[in-house]
């Protein structure tokens, strides 16, 4: 079974500055895709980025952006230019090559004036 | 139109009640979820339906029963539930279940209230 790790439950950032937060995941599959879903109160979730295991070429999404290394199975998001609006919490999700997911616990972003 | 939508929003019952929560999309997506989620908790699988299958964690007790009337629509039956019950219930959709089957789309929720 798959597992995904995000080992900080809060981060805090000021506006415009840079926020990494990061994601280990397990697996002995060779094909499958991470993502980064943001959850803000509303609690809708929201896919921020997504990353194909077979593409070496790192993810990027306006300001936001992924450092995925396989070999090391880890899949860490940056966060540039923080704004108030990025305040939510983030769920790190593996999703393998059947499309069924497993979620990560979540890291609270905190977003600072 | 590229949203799955979810009725009722909220949802107070008692442990007696029999309810259902709906779940929509209108994309063509060919597979359907649902989630269970608990406050400050990622969400946890409970139902997989793709091309009338359905896959169920096995952790997942009776008391919760999908069906899937066509396929753009994904209904939960809840009966005799419990307490420990009420949490946010999610649905979400995506293209195929192959694969390279790609991202999840997520509807809004149902909060859910066991009294």
């Known amino acids: 079974a798959q597992t995904v790790t995000q080992s900080q439950p809060e981060m805090s950032v000021q506006e415009a500055e840079t926020v990494t937060l990061s994601c280990t995941y397990d697996?002995?599959?060779?094909?499958?895709?991470l993502f980064w879903y943001k959850q803000p109160p509303s609690r809708q979730m929201i896919l921020v980025i997504r990353?194909?295991?077979?593409?070496?070429q790192n993810a990027t999404e306006n300001r936001f952006s992924v450092n995925f290394q396989k070999a090391a199975k880890s899949f860490s998001l940056k966060i540039s230019d923080s704004q108030l609006g990025d305040a939510a919490m983030y769920f790190c999700a593996y999703g393998d090559s059947w499309g069924k997911f497993q979620f990560g616990a979540g890291t609270q972003v905190v977003v600072t004036p | 139109d590229t949203e799955v939508t979810q009725t009722p929003k909220h949802l107070v019952m008692g442990m007696t009640n029999k309810k259902s929560l709906k779940c929509e999309q209108h994309m063509g997506h060919r597979a359907m979820y649902w989630y269970k989620q608990k406050a400050k908790k990622p969400p946890e699988l409970m139902f997989v339906?793709?091309?009338?299958?359905?896959?169920i964690n096995e952790s997942v007790p009776s008391r919760f029963s999908p069906e899937c009337p066509n396929s753009s629509l994904l209904n939960l039956h809840l009966h005799a539930l419990q307490p420990e019950d009420s949490a946010l219930y999610l649905c979400?959709?995506?293209?195929?279940?192959?694969?390279?089957?790609?991202?999840?789309?997520f509807g809004p929720g149902t909060r859910l209230t066991v009294l």
């Open positions: 339906y793709s091309y009338e299958k359905l896959s």
């Open positions: 990353q194909e295991a077979y593409k070496q």
């Open positions: 697996t002995s599959e060779s094909d499958y895709y």
């Open positions: 979400a959709s995506s293209p195929r279940l192959e694969p390279h089957a790609g991202k999840q789309f």
